[in-house]
């Protein structure tokens, strides 16, 4: 009888044992310390943001663990994902988040909100849009740099902060109207002058400046490494190629750009389409170059916008 009742007790400090080891790893799972199976990435659309423009920057949650993961998201804004922007001095932007001013704890903001649950599969990515000039106010002619923080339950502390922080530039719209006592005179932009200012902004290393003047989701598809990245993954994906493929256009080269000249334009109506051609001039590792871009551009509001580029070495 006591030999039954022995092995009875086992079975259930087994059962109890079992239970407390599938409690630990759901624990894990959902709060894993440091980062270890969410790992949370910024991405925005673009680096350089008209004054009128939505501030705006992706936060992209990956599941690098083997089983699933679950967190909560919470509707009330920052809240469950909390960017911070700050000034190049490193103090942080003017914040308007009225709870934040008022120094109300998060958990209290949310005490009678019920979250939705999250269940990430793994190697399984969750993208929230976030509007910085929402949070923050911003001004053009500035430069921020933006952190986000991600709370995988907002009414508790643990937060995981983005692996990489963003820097955006605020610029001025241009004003290509231009009042005088009498009559109002517009001015535009030809395809010849976008290309100028673009190719400047690189001569000058303002590549903020660069990728004003560009359509990057068509401009993308001129360089083949990228292309074949952008055009054969999801959604989620293209944005970390697009800010991978932005980097790349705004980084120095070591075949800078030593002169240029606009030698012909053409624009086609009938297909609304521009054709610039550019002589350049590069200085290589070995030799300068002279080479022959044509750029393709498309109309965009008053302005036009590059869409492709097409080089050419030319013999001198």
Not at 15 to 42: H, M, N, Q, S, W
Not at 61 to 83: G, L, M
């Amino acid at each position: 009888m006591s030999k039954v009742k022995y092995s009875f007790e086992i079975d259930n400090n087994m059962k109890k044992f079992a239970l407390i080891v599938v409690f630990i790893l759901l624990a894990v799972a959902i709060y894993p310390e440091g980062g270890d199976y969410l790992r949370v990435t910024l991405v925005s659309p673009k680096i350089s943001f008209d004054e009128n423009d939505d501030i705006t920057v992706y936060c992209v949650v990956h599941n690098t663990a083997s089983v699933p993961v679950e967190f909560t998201v919470y509707d009330t804004p920052y809240t469950t994902f909390q960017p911070v922007v700050y000034l190049v001095d490193g103090k942080e932007a003017p914040l308007k988040v009225e709870y934040r001013l008022k120094n109300i704890p998060t958990a209290q903001m949310l005490i009678n909100e019920q979250g939705r649950k999250i269940i990430l599969q793994p190697d399984e990515k969750f993208v929230y849009t976030a509007y910085c000039n929402n949070f923050y106010t911003l001004t053009k002619n500035e430069k921020y740099r933006v952190k986000a923080y991600f709370y995988p339950d907002a009414k508790d502390e643990y937060v995981i902060k983005s692996a990489n922080e963003l820097t955006i530039n605020i610029v001025p719209v241009p004003q290509f109207a231009m009042r005088t006592g009498i009559i109002k005179h517009e001015r535009k932009v030809t395809p010849s002058e976008v290309v100028m200012l673009a190719l400047m902004a690189e001569k000058n290393k303002q590549w903020g400046n660069v990728v004003k003047y560009i359509n990057i989701e068509k401009f993308i598809y001129a360089y083949s490494e990228f292309a074949k990245r952008y055009s054969t993954t999801n959604d989620y994906e293209r944005l970390i190629v697009q800010q991978d493929f932005i980097n790349f256009i705004t980084k120095e080269r070591p075949d800078y750009l030593i002169d240029f000249s606009i030698i012909g334009e053409q624009i086609i109506p009938q297909t609304n389409v521009a054709y610039v051609d550019v002589k350049v001039k590069r200085w290589g590792p070995r030799f300068p170059a002279t080479m022959k871009y044509r750029y393709t551009l498309e109309p965009y509001k008053d302005l036009w916008v590059i869409v492709n580029l097409d080089a050419s070495i030319v013999k001198e």
